[in-house]
């Protein structure tokens, strides 16, 4: 099972035009990730590692390349399938604020499984939705709203949401970019049993205490993807 392929990225690229000036934020990126691998991606500042993440969740179009996703190309999937492909296979934990302002923090993570109509009662929902509030130390905050949270609250609300559905694939831009040393260490550990049990992990990270947590690093270079070592 951990040998099994799941992602397999081919020569991918996205252009983004700025100024009347076409430039390539990803530039022919070629990646493979198998089930239960836990991968970092570090690089600079707008090297294009949110525009790789973003492409691989699809929810931005690549402009060239390829995205296999369990033998299936997803790269140009429309809307719709982007969406359900989203919602049954991928957690995604985006860079910046995502959480729905009228919702409690309850009903945020519960959200992706009612989504992804599954076959699961409300009760098991909420029981797993519970064992996540715990795990990411936000039990308390249930019955909060987004905006009576501090930023480190959001992101472990976010973060358990990306885990309900028990994903194939976790994608985590910065997951603890707002998280002290402590709790980002236990998030990351929480990771590790997750990648363990079987779901793979790409994560990016400016932190490079987190990185000793996953199998791999790769640098992203204005573009260019290279594994570190
Ligand atoms: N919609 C867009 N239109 C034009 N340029 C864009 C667009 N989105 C991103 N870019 C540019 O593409 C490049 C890569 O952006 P990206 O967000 O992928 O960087 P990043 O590596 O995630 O950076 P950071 O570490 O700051 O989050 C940057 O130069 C950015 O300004
Ligand atoms: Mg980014």
Redesign the pocket.
């Given at each position: 099972m951990a040998e099994q392929k799941l992602l397999e990225i081919n020569e991918l690229t996205k252009e983004?035009?700025?100024n009347t000036v076409t430039f390539s934020?990803v530039k022919n990126v070629n990646l493979s990730v198998k089930r239960g691998e836990f991968i970092s991606i570090i690089?600079?500042?707008?090297?294009?590692?949110?525009?790789?993440l973003n492409m691989t969740a699809g929810l931005l179009r690549p402009s060239s390349g390829f995205i296999n996703f369990e033998g299936v190309d997803i790269a140009f999937f429309n809307d719709e399938e982007a969406s359900h492909f989203r919602n049954t296979k991928i957690g995604f934990i985006p860079?910046g604020r995502s959480l729905l302002s009228h919702l409690t923090v309850l009903e945020n993570i519960t959200l992706p499984c009612y989504l992804a109509v599954q076959k699961n009662n409300a009760e098991d929902i909420t029981a797993k939705a519970l064992s996540f509030m715990e795990e990411t130390g936000i039990t308390h905050l249930a019955a909060s709203l987004p905006k009576e949270l501090s930023g480190g609250e959001i992101k472990r609300v976010t973060i358990a949401r990306a885990l309900i559905n028990s994903p194939a694939l976790l994608i985590a831009d910065?997951p603890t970019g707002d998280l002290d040393t402590a709790t980002t260490a236990d998030i990351m550990r929480l990771f590790k049993r997750i990648a363990e049990a079987g779901t793979a992990i790409i994560m990016?990270t400016?932190e490079q205490d987190t990185v000793q947590y996953g199998n791999k690093v790769y640098v992203?270079d204005a573009g260019n993807l290279t594994l570190q070592g």
């Open positions: 983004y035009v700025r934020a690089g600079r500042s707008g090297s294009g590692k949110s525009t790789l860079q910065e990016v400016h992203m």
